[in-house]
């Protein structure tokens, strides 16, 4: 069982940086793939990018690849995505997700789910 809590979400400009973070309880953190997942006004939950247990893979949605980067410290109990170049089409509520058997771009694949914290960038 996990708790994720995310923060890191604001406003911010086209062309800037966010650093979402994402914070988990529970004593099994570093067993389960981690993913992040966002979902805009009206559109369906998207695939973000994910990261496995010991964070050597990573995976990313089209769409962000060479801007986005996902990360974990299995220490701290942690996975971040680290936004660069954002663009208008980025603006959602980005969710943290944990997956008790493997990283994913599935969203069903995903056991536990953050309340979201949102990014919205303007023009």
């Known amino acids: 069982q996990v708790q994720l809590v995310e923060s890191g979400g604001g406003l911010v400009q086209a062309g800037g940086s966010l650093r979402l973070s994402c914070v988990a309880s529970?004593?099994?953190?570093?067993?389960?793939?981690m993913g992040w997942f966002r979902q805009a006004p009206g559109k369906e939950r998207e695939f973000v990018a994910a990261i496995s247990r010991s964070g050597n893979i990573t995976t990313y949605a089209d769409s962000v690849r060479g801007r986005f980067t996902i990360s974990r410290d299995n220490v701290k109990n942690t996975v971040s995505l680290q936004m660069n170049s954002l663009k208008p089409e980025d603006t959602a509520v980005y969710l943290c997700a944990a997956n008790r058997l493997y990283s994913s771009r599935t969203s069903k694949d995903y056991d536990y789910w953050g309340q979201g914290t949102q990014v919205t960038v303007s023009s």
């Open positions: 529970g004593r099994s953190f570093s067993t389960y793939g």
